[in-house]
């Protein structure tokens, strides 16, 4: 079993900056692929970011390329998203999720993932 706890959510002002952070714990962090997906209210849930195993691998939603980086610490067991330049369209709920199969490349789709944590809020005001 995998738990998954998100952290560093909450509300900011359009243009400012927040660092998420999802703590990891119960399998062996660097073997997994870690993603970042979020649902706004009354929508579903998207895909932002994931990094793979070494974390030289990443890929972005086109709406948060330039604004947004992933990156993972495998001696924490912690993967990061910090979010810059948010805007109010940026506001969801923030999930991390990892995968532990054996795809060499990192998926944007939620099938491809086995744990999911509890989520984080953020809030981006106009």
């Known amino acids: 079993q995998v738990q998954l706890v998100e952290s560093g959510g909450g509300l900011v002002q359009a243009g400012g900056s927040l660092r998420l952070s999802c703590a990891a714990s119960?399998?062996?962090?660097?073997?997994?692929?870690m993603g970042w997906f979020r649902q706004a209210p009354g929508k579903e849930r998207e895909f932002v970011a994931v990094t793979g195993r070494s974390g030289g691998d990443t890929y972005y939603t086109d709406s948060v390329k330039g604004r947004f980086i992933i990156s993972r610490d495998n001696l924490k067991n912690t993967v990061y998203l910090q979010m810059n330049s948010l805007k109010p369209e940026d506001t969801a709920l923030y999930y991390c999720?990892?995968?532990?199969?054996?795809?060499?490349?990192?998926?944007?789709?939620?099938?491809?993932?086995?744990?999911w944590g509890q989520g984080t809020q953020v809030t981006v005001s106009s």
């Open positions: 999720a990892a995968d532990f199969s054996f795809r060499t490349k990192p998926s944007e789709y939620e099938e491809a993932y086995d744990y």
């Open positions: 119960g399998r062996t962090f660097s073997r997994c692929i």
